[in-house]
């Protein structure tokens, strides 16, 4: 193959991988039914997580799933501008209720605040069928949630 012929080969590659954010940035709309049902996805699995990690007393894991889902009720809101503020509101309560159980390390005040997290935000938004429930096991086998000897006083990502 000739110089030029690799160079012009290189530059389209180049030009053809520079191109492809703007292709797909095209072909994706900014409020997607799919996009918010993958970010409630994440919410439902860090969900899991924040109950095991409590389960454990594992307190610092629980502080960073708690801002994890918060993270992603966040970008889930950000999603769906549609829903009311008040639906949206319903679940400060609950979520405060945590973050106190967390940094009080208090497994029953954790317990009684994660089952007030309801279920009425979807039906209020008329996704009734979608049922949260407390988790009965934790589908991860593949991470310990049991705190490490001397694992550090902080129990909140800031």
Not at 3 to 17: E, F, N
Not at 136 to 142: A, M, R, V
Request: a positive charge; one cysteine or more; charged letters at 20%.
């Amino acid at each position: 193959m000739r110089k030029s012929t690799k160079y012009l080969a290189a530059v389209a590659v180049i030009a053809m991988g520079s191109a492809s954010p703007f292709m797909v940035a095209a072909q994706t709309t900014q409020k997607s039914p799919a996009r918010l049902a993958d970010v409630m996805s994440a919410v439902q699995f860090r969900h899991s997580k924040l109950w095991t990690a409590g389960q454990q007393k594992n307190w610092e894991l629980a502080g960073y799933e708690l801002e994890l889902v918060k993270s992603s009720l966040n970008e889930a809101i950000a999603l769906y501008t549609d829903i009311p503020v008040d639906n949206i509101k319903m679940i400060d309560p609950p979520i405060k209720s945590i973050e106190s159980a967390i940094a009080t390390r208090n497994s029953a005040a954790f317990g009684k605040a994660f089952g007030e997290l309801s279920n009425s935000c979807h039906q209020s938004i008329g996704r009734g069928f979608i049922v949260m429930t407390v988790p009965t096991t934790s589908p991860f086998g593949n991470q310990s949630f049991a705190p490490r000897p001397g694992q550090g006083k902080d129990v909140m990502r800031r």
